[in-house]
């Protein structure tokens, strides 16, 4: 079999283009292509991890809400003067009002720091154990900012059924 001269010159150099044409042209599309591949495939990486930041960055902003509004309720509930006596007498009332007898209420000096000045309060009472702790759910809804520090029950030995407790509380008013 016998090739024509001329036609094994236009195979080989249709093949020689090709090739060319493969090692010059297409390889370096493919080799950018390969790289906007990755490129994208780290921008969906990123664009998951900002969709995350955003997620993150709208439930702080809630609670960064939340909070303002429970630091307004907390700042309307301390005074700005300090009102001790009517406190006091709020106090004894409410410990009546729950049948409880009140032994000792004992004011201390008052402590100041950050802008607020905190009175200690030593108050005693003696009746059931419930309506002692009743009596501690009605100093927590109680208008003014006031902190038990400590709590101390102990049976009564003079009268079965009812205790003898002890409250240290801390109330709350501005410095002036």
Do not use: H, Y
Not at 13 to 36: H, N, W, Y
Not at 60 to 87: M, W, Y
């Amino acid at each position: 079999m016998q090739f024509d001269r001329q036609a094994v010159l236009w195979t080989t150099a249709i093949i020689v283009v090709t090739g060319c044409f493969l090692l010059l042209v297409t390889r370096p599309q493919f080799e950018r292509m390969g790289r906007l591949t990755a490129l994208l495939a780290s921008e969906r990486v990123c664009r998951a991890g900002n969709a995350n930041v955003e997620e993150s960055l709208a439930k702080l902003r809630r609670e960064v809400n939340s909070l303002a509004a429970e630091t307004a309720d907390f700042d309307r509930r301390i005074p700005d003067q300090e009102k001790l006596g009517s406190f006091l007498e709020d106090l004894t009332r409410l410990a009546r009002g729950r049948d409880l007898i009140p032994e000792t209420v004992e004011p201390g000096a008052p402590v100041r720091w950050s802008g607020l000045v905190a009175r200690p309060v030593a108050f005693k009472v003696r009746g059931p154990l419930a309506a002692v702790c009743a009596l501690v759910g009605d100093l927590e809804r109680m208008p003014r900012l006031t902190r038990i520090e400590r709590f101390e029950a102990r049976l009564d030995r003079d009268v079965p059924g009812r205790v003898s407790a002890a409250l240290d509380l801390r109330l709350f008013s501005r410095a002036s």
